[in-house]
């Protein structure tokens, strides 16, 4: 199975365990508007542009609205099953973020959390990702911002003055960062203040 494939049954099977009204780091949705979202993403691609095009939003919410009145089973199944056959083909490319990403987004909305050991393998993928989206990640930053982890690789995501925040952890963990997750182990290094606003920044992809 690819790292999409087995963070898919992963997240899933978080959800279910979660309950449908369990909180998620995705704002104030609950376990069942993820699942109604990821479900709408892959199977209603006449409102699935309202993700990223602000003028299809109110399209995409009225779908998503009637989509979470949905027993929370069948959305889970929905997802398990993954994306229809004709995504399939570009499942890993279209989906390895989306599901580790909302994978974690489960995970560490509950008390207690600890980041996952992922294999070496897993932690590359994420790694070539992660350099792929980091500039865009970080394009508002002022200050510049550096990627790092602990086996001596390094990005530069935002070239920007003098002033220079370092963020060092395993590649899972600072592609959460560079999605807009906080809640994530990371050490940071430059000016209190530099840090502070690198993650105060809107970091959305």
Known sequence: MTLAQRERQALVEAMAAAGPDAPTLCGEWTAR???AHLVVRERRPDAAPG???KPFAPYLDSVQRKVTRRPFTDLL???RSGPPFYLRPVDALMNTTEMFVHHEDVRRAAPGWEPRTLSAADEDRLWKILTGLARMAYRKSPITVALATPDGRRTVARQAGDRT?????PPSELLLHAFGRNTVRLEATGAPEDVELVHALDRSV
């Open 33 to 35: 508007d993820l699942a």
């Open 165 to 169: 925040v370092v963020l060092a952890g």
């Open 51 to 53: 993700i990223l095009l």
């Open 77 to 79: 199944d929905e997802v």
